[in-house]
């Protein structure tokens, strides 16, 4: 089991940036496929970014593609997601998820990852 734990949210003024930060502990972190997931008010949760267990593939929803990088470093056991250019309808809380995979595969469903953080908020003032 692993546990994941995230950071960096705040407030910022639309056309800012925010670097989140997920660290996880518990179990080898290269052993995991991670995502990156929002949900705002009022909406279901969803997809924003996911990353490989190695870090050699990523793939981004359409609304963030161009703004966000998801990245990490297996060493640090942390994953990150750099968020540039926000707006406001970037406005949610922000969970990182682990999923634990063989290969480079990346996984956009929720329902999909079994371990997940408690959030960090993001919010963009216009």
């Known amino acids: 089991q692993v546990q994941l734990v995230e950071s960096g949210g705040g407030l910022v003024q639309a056309g800012g940036s925010l670097r989140l930060s997920c660290q996880a502990s518990g179990r080898p972190f290269n052993s995991y496929a991670m995502g990156w997931f929002r949900r705002a008010p009022g909406k279901e949760r969803e997809f924003v970014a996911g990353i490989s267990r190695s870090g050699d593939k990523m793939n981004y929803a359409d609304s963030v593609k161009g703004r966000f990088t998801i990245s990490r470093d297996n060493a640090k056991e942390t994953v990150y997601l750099q968020a540039n250019s926000l707006k406001p309808d970037d406005t949610a809380v922000y969970y990182c998820?682990?999923?634990?995979?063989?290969?480079?595969?990346?996984?956009?469903?929720?329902?999909?990852?079994?371990?997940w953080g408690q959030g960090t908020q993001v919010t963009v003032s216009s």
């Open positions: 998820a682990a999923v634990e995979v063989m290969g480079s595969t990346i996984f956009m469903r929720s329902e999909t990852y079994p371990y």
